[in-house]
């Protein structure tokens, strides 16, 4: 199975934006990007804490 967006590319942001939003349309695929956006630098910040 291939992936949608692998097939797509853009040749600026102004054509990107469009389809960035029609991704995070669903209140459960911003919960999702949210998680892992949160996740990621939760643990950036915990590298620099942690000895």
Same mark, same amino acid.
Request: glycine share 4%; aromatic share 18%; hydrophobic share 40%.
């Given at each position: 199975?291939?992936?949608?967006?692998? !097939?797509? @590319?853009? @040749?600026? +942001?102004? /054509?990107? *934006?469009?389809? +960035?939003? @029609?991704?995070?349309? !669903?209140?459960?695929?911003?919960? *999702?990007?949210?998680?892992?956006?949160? @996740?990621?630098?939760?643990?950036? =910040? =915990?590298?620099f804490?942690? /000895?």
């Amino acid at each position: 199975m291939t992936n949608q967006a692998s !097939k797509l @590319s853009f @040749s600026d +942001y102004e /054509e990107f *934006w469009p389809f +960035y939003l @029609s991704q995070h349309s !669903k209140a459960t695929t911003r919960g *999702w990007h949210f998680v892992g956006t949160t @996740s990621v630098l939760l643990c950036i =910040a =915990a590298s620099f804490l942690i /000895e």
